[in-house]
Structure formats: C-alpha cells, structure tokens
C-alpha cells in the first residue's frame, strides 16, 4: 500500500522560501509520477508540479515556474517542491499524490494528507 507523508508547511513571509517534503513509501516507485497539488481556500484543488520518479522529468503549472522546483531523493524515497519567492496566492493546502505512468497533472491514485501553506502580505 502507498503512503505518502507531506510536512514542511508553515507561516511565511511574501518574498520568502519554504520546502515541502513528501516521504514515499510501499512499493518501488520507479515507474510512477510523484505530483504535488494545492488547494487555495475556497477553491478547488489544481495541480502544481510533478517528476517522473525514474527518468527525472519534471513537468510545471504555468504560475509556478521559476519559483518552484521538485525533485527527488532516491535514497530517502522523498520528493520535494522547493518554492521560493511566495506570494500571498501561494496560500494553499499541499498534497503530495502518486500514480503509476503518465500524465502528470491528472489521474493520481494515493494522495497524501497535506500541509498547510500560508503566505502573509
């Protein structure tokens, strides 16, 4: 069975940077997407980036690049979204979801239980 555990979510500061991980376990992931998605409050959940967990490919929402990075650790079975240059709209619960193949912004089967983003103006 998939789990997934996000943490690294807090209050931060507009102009400032926050990495979430997301610690993978249950199977071997090579094959799978590992996506992180947001939910703004009152707002339905949107996909924000993903990695192809073998080959390293990784795949953005337009309103993110240039800020955010995903990436992965092998070792630790952990993926990450490094986001830098918050602003307010950043705000948002973050769930880490994997699924088996492609494509990346849909379609995932485990989700994760989120983490609580909030960027002060």
């Known amino acids: 069975q998939v789990q997934l555990v996000e943490s690294g979510g807090r209050l931060v500061q507009a102009g400032g940077s926050l990495r979430l991980s997301c610690a993978a376990s249950?199977?071997?992931?090579?094959?799978?997407?590992l996506g992180w998605f947001r939910q703004p409050p009152g707002k339905e959940r949107e996909f924000v980036a993903a990695?192809?967990?073998?080959?390293?490919?990784?795949y953005y929402e337009d309103s993110v690049k240039g800020r955010f990075t995903i990436f992965r650790d092998s070792a630790k079975v952990t993926v990450y979204l490094q986001m830098n240059s918050l602003k307010p709209e950043d705000t948002a619960v973050y769930y880490c979801?994997?699924?088996?193949?492609?494509?990346?912004?849909?379609?995932?089967?485990?989700w994760g239980q989120g983490t609580q983003v909030t960027v002060s103006s």
């Open positions: 979801a994997a699924k088996l193949g492609v494509p990346f912004v849909r379609d995932y089967n485990y």
């Open positions: 249950g199977r071997s992931f090579t094959s799978y997407s």
């Open positions: 990695i192809s967990w073998g080959l390293g490919t990784t």
